[in-house]
């Protein structure tokens, strides 16, 4: 007989997660649901939606307005979220954690509030190749108010991009370098501490689009040094219409506010508004307070788990799943970096997506198919879009099976 | 939802060996249709003969759907008038969107694409072909008014 050590951490029991999420109960066109599609967005735990719930029933007023007693509660849970956040990615203050709607958002607010302010003509943005239309649109927006130029690095056929080439495209006129910590399409993991560093010694500054991110592993900002991190709080089994801008500081004091209205100001008058210290600056609005509830309450879970077993939890999946998936007579995996996060891509013989996606849903998997708002990735790997798989947390290895079964089907009826 | 429905022997047929597929050249009208949302890309040539669509071809790339409805919508408007091509497209518009409408007899094989109308999200690739159709014919009523 053996007894385990007290001090040892709990096996990762997925089938108690899964319990956690009230929505993997349900089934779809009368079969259980198989979710596969976490990297478009997550599902909530219980825990994250009674938060909400309690929040909304028992203590919502504006926030940073009332002396009152629910305003009063309002604002210590909303500034709450604010240091949970700043603790689960290890930014320096709270003065560094700017609430936004989400990625998008923040890096819109990067592009209009920094660089639109500092970009010269022939200055340069640089990009990769493998990042979502919310990373590449947004500065082709500020480019075209500017004269700057946007490059991107280019990626090899597994979806890399190397130091080295990243190293070849930064040049003297670069000015900023955004890239993805992990590509939503193909599941890459970006080398963003070591890009950070080679950008800033070139005296560019780095945004890192953490989106895909921050849900499987550790981010530690402080580790990282990049300048500007963006992510959104429903990848993360959080709500929807919330997500962070983490900033340096030092450039956002310098940065002017982006959105002006209430919450953003010290006094108006009609000559003359100053403006409000950080992070406030660049909240214009009441803002998403509930959303704010949700996410602090998702972090509550994801620290509850632990990110290391998530992120073990996932990589095993993900090792599973690229096994039996490869098997697949006529099937191709897309995006085949040695350091992947939790999603894989793939097509099957010259079935299009969109026909798996329909066939797959039936069957009760949830896969998302398209261009995953990455255009010029599946220009590179010359496909119109592809299907892919995710796995969260609460992914378990029978939807693997659930996935391979129900492709088979697709072959079936495709011949 | 039955997939058999949506994926019937001739949508399969006609998506594996699509009719009229290419591009006529010289073509007295063209137009490209394009679906942001799945990538969906087809490229149609007409040839006209007063009044009447006298030959048409279609390429490009996309689902099963997308490519049986242009391979079917090709076979069943060539010799066809405009006001026929009109009409038909007119009852395929109302089978493919109304879910409980009749499906009219003179439809002929285009009644296959009936059971798409059980899955909204695929319906504009049903008629993605049947837009740049449209466009391609609209075109040339205008060049034919330009002159």
């Known amino acids: ?415 | 939802m039955d997939l058999k429905d949506l994926y019937r022997e001739v949508i399969l047929d006609h998506n594996k060996s699509p009719r009229l597929f290419g591009r006529l050249e010289p073509a007295d009208s063209s137009a490209d249709g394009h679906n942001p949302l799945c990538g969906d890309r087809l490229h149609v040539t007409v040839r006209l003969d007063g009044d009447r669509l006298s030959d048409l071809r279609f390429e490009g790339k996309g689902c099963a759907i997308s490519v049986a409805s242009a391979s079917l919508m090709c076979e069943a408007v060539k010799g066809k008038r405009r006001d026929e091509i009109a009409h038909l497209y007119g009852e395929i518009h109302e089978v493919l969107t109304k879910h409980d409408a009749p499906v009219p007899e003179d439809l002929g094989k285009l009644a296959a694409l009936t059971g798409v109308r059980e899955f909204p999200v695929r319906v504009k690739c049903a008629s993605l072909c049947w837009h740049t159709l449209n466009a391609a014919l609209d075109r040339s009523a205008q060049t034919v008014k330009t002159e």
């Not at chain 1, 029991?13 to 997550?42: K, M, Y």
């Not at chain 1, 022939?122 to 927006?141: F, K, R, S, Y």
């Not at chain 1, 981010?219 to 993360?236: E, G, R, T, W």
């Not at chain 1, 959080?238 to 801008?245: N, Q």
Request: hydrophobic share 45%.
């Open chain 1, 1 to 415: 007989m053996s007894v385990a050590p007290a001090h040892a951490a709990p096996a990762y029991d997925v089938n108690r997660v899964w319990r956690d999420f009230p929505i993997l109960a349900r089934e779809v066109h009368g079969r259980p649901l198989v979710f596969l599609d976490s990297a478009a967005s997550s599902q909530r735990p219980r825990a994250v939606i009674e938060a909400v719930d309690e929040y909304e029933e028992r203590h919502h007023a504006n926030v940073h307005r009332g002396v009152h007693l629910l305003s009063q509660e309002a604002t210590a849970m909303f500034e709450h979220a604010r240091e949970r956040v700043r603790g689960f990615v290890n930014a320096a203050s709270i003065r560094e954690v700017i609430f936004t709607r989400g990625t998008t958002e923040s890096i819109n607010l990067v592009a209009q509030s920094y660089a639109r302010n500092r970009l010269q003509p022939g200055d340069e943005i640089l990009l990769t190749a493998l990042e979502h239309h919310a990373n590449i649109v947004p500065w082709q927006l500020v480019a075209g108010q500017t004269g700057a130029r946007v490059r991107a690095v280019p990626m090899d056929r597994r979806g890399v991009v190397s130091l080295e080439d990243f190293t070849a495209c930064l040049g003297p006129r670069t000015k900023i370098v955004a890239c993805a910590h992990v590509s939503n399409a193909l599941g890459t993991v970006l080398p963003v501490r070591e890009i950070t560093r080679l950008a800033h010694a070139r005296g560019a500054v780095v945004l890192v689009d953490g989106a895909q991110a921050v849900p499987h592993q550790r981010v530690d900002l402080a580790k990282l040094d990049c300048d500007f991190y963006a992510f959104s709080a429903h990848k993360m089994y959080g709500p929807t219409g919330i997500g962070v801008l983490v900033g340096r500081e030092s450039l956002l004091e310098a940065m002017p506010p982006w959105q002006g209205g209430g919450d953003m100001i010290l006094t108006v008058s009609f000559e003359k508004s100053t403006y409000n210290e950080l992070p406030f600056k660049f909240e214009a609005g009441t803002p998403n307070i509930s959303g704010a509830v949700g996410l602090a309450a998702a972090i509550d879970y994801i620290d509850g788990l632990g990110i290391e077993n998530i992120h073990a939890h996932e990589q095993r999946l993900l090792t599973i799943a690229t096994e039996k998936l490869a098997r697949i007579p006529g099937l191709t995996i897309i995006g085949t970096a040695p350091e992947k996060a939790s999603v894989i891509s793939f097509t099957l013989d010259d079935i299009h997506p969109h026909d798996l996606g329909t066939i797959l849903d039936a069957e009760g998997v949830a896969v998302r198919t398209g261009h995953h708002c990455a255009m010029p990735v599946m220009e590179f790997f010359g496909v119109p879009a592809t299907a892919r798989a995710s796995f969260a947390c609460y992914s378990r290895e029978s939807d693997i099976d659930a996935l391979v079964a129900a492709l088979a089907k697709a072959r079936e009826v495709f011949g």
